[in-house]
């Protein structure tokens, strides 16, 4: 299902040693011991987050067991700016949007207290 | 720090049911009540992710603690297009890009091959 992949996608954000990888790959593809050096991790380490990546399709691996290069896979990504542009009004329009909310959120809490 | 509000966003984003409030706070405040009736879900389970979604700053919440009506924040939702116009490039440069890493990928292979 699409809503479960944003959510295996969003999740697999949500951790910044995990875009600090993503972060590596954007300049080229990487074996795990060169991406376990600048974290300073081992390579256990290293390895969960990579699968993590790979299970959210943000980074494909090669085949060779030993080093088993990833390379940043973008179709999540772009699922994910896709899905923000449905919001992108709400800081492209910035504070007037805000203060119109603002405005309707007092006058319900304004009607609502009178109810009392 | 910048990378844990990230992360926090993500997480909060991680989610089918806190993604569905956020659109449903995209046209405008609702109170616990509004925002329960159309997920069939109880105000208890709402107002569990909505304590999620105000802590990662998406929404903010009016005072009077009946309604409590929960409005759309921008802000982070526009600190994760910035993230991701890191990455836009490729998507937007599709393939091309994707075939010179796959490329990569062989020689490295090709070399870690003969070297056993």
């Known amino acids: 299902m699409s809503s479960d992949r944003l959510s295996t ?3 697999a954000l949500a951790d910044p040693t995990r875009r600090a990888i993503l ?3 954007a300049s080229g593809v990487a074996s795990v011991t060169e991406l376990a050096e ?3 991790m081992s390579l256990p380490a290293v390895s969960k987050h990579l699968k993590v990546l790979e299970r ?3 980074i494909a ?3 060779k067991a030993q080093s088993r290069p ?3 896979q973008p179709g999540p990504l772009k699922n994910i700016a896709g899905w923000l542009d449905g919001y992108r009004r709400f800081w ?3 504070f007037d949007r805000l203060n119109d909310y603002l405005r309707e959120l007092q006058t319900k809490e304004k009607k609502n207290g009178r109810k009392k």
Do not use: K, Q, W
């Open 61 to 63: 691996r090669g085949r």
């Open 38 to 40: 600048p974290f300073e």
């Open 56 to 58: 959210a399709g943000l």
């Open 92 to 94: 492209e329009e910035g």
């Open 70 to 72: 990833s390379r940043l």
């Open 9 to 11: 996608t969003f999740a």
């Open 23 to 25: 972060a590596r790959l």
